[in-house]
T-cell receptor, first 115, second 116 residues
Framework: AQKITQTQPGMFVQEKEAVTLDCTYD???????LFWYKQPSSGEMIFLIY??????QNATEGRYSLNFQKARKSANLVISASQLGDSAMYFC????????????FGRGTQLTVWP | DTGVSQDPRHKITKRGQNVTFRCDPI?????LYWYRQTLGQGPEFLTY????????KSRLLSDRFSAERPKGSFSTLEIQRTEQGDSAMYLC??????????????FGPGTRLTVL
């Protein structure tokens, strides 16, 4: 069975500091994609970054980078230079390459950025 | 360029009533997904369509749940004989498939259902 684990229910970081949100995954499918989404209190899920299982380099999108360690089955999100607006729920998700359909989500990490 | 829209945004109903939600995907997207999210949890997959064909249904989707996408554009999700356990946020997402790209799913604002 496919599974995403986010072990940090809550994280706190001071503005302008970097923070790492942990995500581990489990699948026997050799082809998969890993996603991070942000969900502010308004409720809408916002796509942040994607990493494919065959990608050789870690994905980066602006202040977001994904620390992909395939052997450890981890896909941690790194947010550099945190901003107050980064305070939100963050979800890690996986899509299997064999189906390219549904996303499997973790339980999320609530990030709070303080001034 | 409009995003995914959902209607209504909030729905309060009494147990046993039927409810229907609508989702309008991004216009060029051929895939449409429904998820359910309860408090403190990540979204759980319900079903998805490619054009008008329903390709996968979760076991979470009991016989009381039905989804349609009749013309491959908007979709409806109906819950019959609602139960208090159906109270949740219902999220719709869409994506465009192709030969390349991440095919990321774009989410709508959700419909929050409260069953009294």
């Amino acid at each position: 069975a496919q599974k995403i684990t986010q072990t940090q229910p809550g994280m706190f970081v001071q503005e302008k500091e970097a923070v790492t949100l942990d995500c581990t995954y489990d699948t026997s499918d050799p082809s998969y994609g890993l996603f991070w989404y942000k969900q502010p209190s308004s409720g809408e899920m916002i796509f942040l970054i994607y990493q494919g299982s065959y990608d050789q380099q870690n994905a980066t999108e602006g202040r977001y980078s994904l620390n992909f360690q395939k052997a450890r089955k981890s896909a941690n999100l790194v947010i550099s230079a945190s901003q107050l607006g980064d305070s939100a729920m963050y979800f890690c998700a996986m899509r299997l390459g064999s189906t390219l359909g549904r996303l499997y989500f973790g339980r999320g990490t609530q990030l709070t950025v303080w001034p | 360029d409009t995003g995914v829209s959902q209607d209504p945004r909030h729905k309060i109903t009494k147990r046993g009533q039927n409810v229907t939600f609508r989702c309008d995907p991004i216009s060029e997207h051929n895939r449409l997904y429904w998820y359910r999210q309860t408090l403190g949890q990540g979204p759980e997959f319900l079903t998805y369509f490619q054009n008008e064909a329903q390709l996968e249904k979760s076991r979470l989707l009991s016989d009381r749940f039905s989804a349609e996408r009749p013309k491959g554009s908007f979709s409806t999700l109906e819950i019959q004989r609602t139960e208090q356990g159906d109270s949740a946020m219902y999220l719709c997402a869409s994506s465009q498939t192709g030969t390349s790209g991440t095919w990321e799913q774009f989410f709508g604002p959700g419909t929050r259902l409260t069953v009294l």
